[in-house]
């Protein structure tokens, strides 16, 4: 079984304080920064863009995980590539031609991966999935950390896995939103690979030991 990925959300960071949050994700036993860009028109939040991506990257010893939640994001594929993205993903429910904009991801040189909203059916991936690094599920309503994880992910999950396994795939399936020492053992076992964290991580007295305990109970 391969390990199971943390990312910790840079969207509960202390803003004020980055470098000092980049170095202790780079410290942790997490795998990737989780990035959240918000354009404000495809969820109602605005959150940042890429000169606090370039900042992040000129200090972060892992990779960068960006994801975008803004509109028609192949407008900003190669701007994303140029500040540091290892691995973009974008929304199903953002771009037009989903093909082209994965091609577009892989040729600035980076890992291509989907977004599905809570409510979007994994059944529309079928045909995309074999391009895709990663799929994304969202288990909350994008725009805002510190939600509550919907139950409804657990079934997706599954659905996925098996559509995964069944056209003989490596993608990973990442979750975002709600993700706590309380669901991350389930969401393993329904098939997820990666998680993304932000409240739970940062909110926490000792993030580093928090990381330290998701990754053991993923891997448990
Ligand atoms: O994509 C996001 C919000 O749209 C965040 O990554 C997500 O909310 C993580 O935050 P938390 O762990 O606090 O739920």
Not at 77 to 99: M, P, Q, R
Not at 201 to 219: D, G, H, Y
Request: hydrophobic content about 40%; glycine content about 6%; some cysteine.
């Amino acid at each position: 079984m391969n390990s199971k990925l943390i990312a910790p959300s840079m969207l509960a960071a202390d803003f004020g304080n980055m470098q000092r949050d980049v170095e202790m994700v780079n410290n942790s036993d997490a795998d990737w920064f989780h990035i959240d860009v918000m354009d404000g028109h495809f969820v109602p939040n605005i959150s940042y863009g890429m000169p606090v991506i370039q900042a992040i990257k000129k200090h972060a010893t892992k990779p960068l995980d960006v994801h975008l939640m803004i509109e028609k994001p192949e407008r900003y594929i190669e701007e994303f590539a140029k500040v540091g993205a290892d691995i973009i993903t974008v929304h199903y429910e953002s771009t037009v031609h989903l093909h082209r904009t994965l091609s577009q991801i892989e040729d600035a040189g980076c890992k291509a991966g989907v977004v599905l909203n809570l409510t979007t059916p994994v059944s529309v991936l079928e045909d995309i999935l074999p391009k895709c690094y990663m799929v994304l599920l969202m288990s909350i309503n994008p725009g805002f950390g510190g939600q509550k994880f919907e139950e409804m992910t657990y079934n997706k999950i599954k659905k996925l896995r098996r559509m995964i396994d069944e056209q003989g795939l490596n993608t990973l399936i990442e979750i975002d939103g709600g993700v706590t020492d309380k669901n991350i053992k389930q969401l393993v076992e329904a098939g997820a690979d990666a998680f993304v964290a932000g409240s739970h991580v940062f909110k926490s007295k000792n993030p580093t030991q928090t990381i330290k305990e998701l990754k053991q109970l993923a891997n448990s």
